[in-house]
Nanobody, 127 residues
Framework: QVRLIESGGGLVQAGASLTLSCAVA????????MGWFRQAPGREREFVAG????????DYKDSVKGRFTISRDNARNRVLLQVDSLNPEDTAVYYC????????????????????WGQGTQVTVSS
């Protein structure tokens, strides 16, 4: 079992930036593919960004490309999501996800059934 702890959310104005952090407790995060999902009120949870265990594969939801950047800091056992040029449509609870290296990286967002999840961090963007 791996525990994920998100932080960095908040209430910001449109155009602002935030850095979301996901700390991986009790296991080396280098053993996991990592990603971020989000869920807006009344909507299903959706994939936002993913990074493979080695960092060689990175994927983004089309609507966040060029605005969001995912990175991993294995030395500090965490994954970051830099979110720039926020707009009200980005308002959601953002969840960190981890998938063990035993599974293919793309299962992180194509399947997700074996993902571990954090508790989420709220991002609210006002217009």
């Amino acid at each position: 079992q791996v525990r994920l702890i998100e932080s960095g959310g908040g209430l910001v104005q449109a155009g602002a930036s935030l850095t979301l952090s996901c700390a991986v407790a009790s296991r080396p995060n280098s053993d996991y593919h990592m990603g971020w999902f989000r869920q807006a009120p009344g909507r299903e949870r959706e994939f936002v960004a993913g990074i493979s265990r080695t960092g060689t594969m990175i994927d983004y939801k089309d609507s966040v490309k060029g605005r969001f950047t995912i990175s991993r800091d294995n030395a500090r056992n965490r994954v970051l999501l830099q979110v720039d040029s926020l707009n009200p449509e980005d308002t959601a609870v953002y969840y960190c996800a981890a998938l063990h290296r035993a599974y293919p990286y793309k299962d992180l967002y194509s399947d997700a059934k074996n993902n571990y999840w954090g508790q989420g961090t709220q991002v609210t963007v006002s217009s």
